[in-house]
């Protein structure tokens, strides 16, 4: 249980257009999903909080016209980077909260995002 | 105040060692800290996790000490295998609506065999 499925995989794109990436909780319905990135060799860094219906929290520095999150169903959250440039291409990684007590953070399996 | 200090940032182990990873905290409000592993290209996977009102959990070979005076909780693997070989990351988190994770920087662990 508790599946959490990020579509694409990879993704290779060029500079200047807009690329969509979805995550999906499969066997769960998640009040709260979350976006991260994470470059080599580093931490995860939280970029935005996205509640159902609502819209997403952004972290401090991270620019919300360029990344754009919708978070329209129970099950389901995208995160639209815009105009890409090669300084986005990173690691994206969603997680879903599972409610209860103490809420627990169930991991997609991450996309890779290249520009050229 | 919201950081979680890792250490040590990596970390070289013989099969069958006792691996130990170390995370001290600022936050007291703090109240959930969740160990996750992450092996190269993957996301993270939720390794074992415990709450403040516990000193330790096991979970077959992993184990978390949690010191709640000293601000610190660590991860023990036991009979460390080729296998366990991975990135490992020690976070925290508030009771809360959002419950957003504050992640350590990571600790990449090696197992030789």
């Known amino acids: 249980g508790a599946v959490v499925s990020q579509h694409p995989s990879w993704v290779i794109c060029k500079s200047g257009t807009s690329v969509k990436i979805e995550c999906r909780s499969l066997?769960?319905?998640?009040?709260?999903m979350f976006w991260y990135r994470q470059f080599p060799k580093q931490s995860l860094m939280l970029m935005a909080t996205s509640n159902e219906g609502s819209k997403a929290t952004y972290e401090q520095g991270v620019e919300k016209d360029k990344f754009l999150i919708n978070h329209a169903s129970l099950t389901l959250s995208t995160l639209t980077v815009t105009s890409a440039h090669p300084e986005d291409s990173s690691f994206y990684i969603c997680?879903?909260?599972?409610?209860?007590?103490?809420?627990?953070?169930?991991f997609g399996p991450g996309t890779r995002l290249t520009v050229l | 105040q919201q950081q979680v200090k890792q250490s040590p940032q990596s970390l070289i182990v013989q099969k069958g060692g006792i691996s130990i990873i170390n995370c001290a905290y600022e936050n007291t409000a703090f109240d959930y800290f969740p160990w996750y592993q992450q092996f190269p290209g993957k996301g993270p996977a939720l390794l074992i996790a415990?709450?403040?009102?516990?000193s330790e959990k096991k979970e077959g070979r992993f184990t978390i000490s949690f010191n709640k005076s000293a601000k610190q909780f660590s991860l023990h693997i036991m009979d460390s295998q080729p296998g366990d070989s991975a990135t490992y990351f020690c976070?925290?988190?508030?009771?809360?609506?959002?419950?957003?994770?504050?992640f350590g920087s990571g600790t990449q662990l090696t197992v030789l065999p």
């Open positions: 066997d769960f319905q998640a009040t709260t």
């Open positions: 997680s879903a909260s599972l409610s209860g007590v103490y809420n627990e953070q169930f």
């Open positions: 976070a925290a988190s508030t009771t809360g609506s959002a419950r957003q994770l504050t």
């Open positions: 415990i709450r403040p009102d516990v």
